[in-house]
Nanobody, 123 residues
């Protein structure tokens, strides 16, 4: 299973980016999707998820109000809209998928992973 992320790059603090994750190997409407990130020397952490049943989004408090996850099942693509970016958001962002019904925030609960896209926020 291949997940392909795009949309990363260099942005100034306060700016925005939209990441995309697309797959041709999974039917998105039957897949729970999530985004994680891993900063330099840090563990990979959950930043957003979307259930397969209703597409309901879940965003942790750490990024709530700035990050939004959405999906277009017809395009088999999930997005992560990131606004008001901060230097501490600098990380490699990974798309992840699981066939279970609900969002899980632990990396071990996700079955499939993309290769990641780098986001760098300059101050």
């Amino acid at each position: 299973v291949q997940l392909v992320e795009s949309g990363g790059g260099l942005v100034q603090a306060g700016g925005s980016l939209r990441l995309s994750c697309t797959t041709s190997d999974l039917t998105l409407s039957r897949t729970t999707m999530a985004w994680f990130r891993q900063g330099p020397g840090q563990e990979r952490t959950f930043v957003a998820g979307s259930t397969k049943i209703s597409g309901s989004p879940y965003v942790p408090e750490s990024v709530k109000g700035r990050f939004t996850i959405s999906r277009d099942n017809s395009k088999n693509t999930v997005y992560l809209q990131m606004n008001n970016l901060k230097p501490e958001d600098t990380a490699v962002y990974y798309c992840a998928a699981r066939r279970g019904d609900f969002v899980r925030t632990a990396t071990g609960e996700c079955e499939f992973w993309g290769q990641g896209t780098q986001v760098t926020v300059s101050s």
